[in-house]
T-cell receptor, first 115, second 112 residues
Framework: EAGVVQSPRYKIIEKKQPVAFWCNPI?????LYWYRQNLGQGPELLIR????????DSQLPKDRFSAERLKGVDSTLKIQPAELGDSAVYLC?????????????FGPGTRLLVL | SQQGEEDPQALSIQEGENATMNCSYK?????LQWYRQNSGRGLVHLIL?????REKHSGRLRVTLDTSKKSSSLLITASRAADTASYFC????????????FGAGTQVVVTP
């Protein structure tokens, strides 16, 4: 089966510009996650969706970050305006959403560089 | 903040040797998972161990969990150059359904 798909793979923008990342989870997976991974660190959760509902967005910087998961499938994460400190890898993951002890399946990530 | 801390931060070994890395965490967990990340790639799930389990095997991988010490270890036996990657532990806590908290990872380099 196809894995988690993310695009673009790389993005270079100037500060104050907007940027958007797209994620298509594994078919049938109800739970979708967006993580940010800084260099040399582990992923940190930004937002988690159960179907189309954001059930945990406590770590999402809401002044500049927004996300949506229309129809409970694909998701978009947006940053507007981007700051230098937003340079990181943005990872999308999905899981079946059938229990607490679940494996998460990660996409390849979008590497963002803000100049 | 990150729940888990891996030790060592970096590990360099030769092919055929065993690699051991440890993970310590702070709060009670429901499960602990290990993931691998090759350079420039996403994370790949390796193994999940539940809080009521003490040891688990998968191929050349062996994971132990000591909830009294709040620690876990990952052993890779007979390492190969393809095992070169960063390894992360991630904890699922009882008070946060479905949420994983990752450590900073152990970078493993296996030289031929």
């Amino acid at each position: 089966e196809a894995g988690v798909v993310q695009s673009p793979r790389y993005k270079i923008i100037e500060k104050k510009q907007p940027v958007a990342f797209w994620c298509n989870p594994i078919s049938g997976h109800n739970t979708l996650y967006w993580y940010r991974q800084n260099l040399g660190q582990g992923p940190e959760l930004l937002i988690r969706y159960e179907n189309e509902e954001a059930v945990d967005d406590s770590q999402l910087p809401k002044d500049r970050f927004s996300a949506e998961r229309l129809k409970g499938v694909d998701s978009t994460l947006k940053i507007q305006p981007a700051e230098l400190g937003d340079s990181a890898v943005y990872l999308c993951a999905s899981s079946p959403g059938q229990g607490q002890q679940e494996t998460q399946y990660f996409g390849p990530g979008t590497r963002l560089l803000v100049l | 903040s990150q729940q888990g801390e891996e030790d060592p931060q970096a590990l360099s070994i030769q092919e055929g040797e065993n690699a051991t890395m440890n993970c310590s965490y702070k709060t009670s967990i429901n499960n602990l998972q290990w993931y691998r990340q090759n350079s420039g790639r996403g994370l790949v799930h390796l193994i999940l161990i539940r809080s009521n389990e003490r040891e688990k095997h998968s191929g050349r991988l062996r994971v132990t969990l000591d909830t009294s010490k709040k620690s876990s270890s990952l052993l890779i036996t007979a390492s190969r150059a393809a095992d070169t990657a960063s390894y992360f532990c991630a904890t699922g806590t009882t008070d946060s359904w479905g949420k994983l908290q990752f450590g900073a990872g152990t970078q493993v380099v296996v030289t031929p």
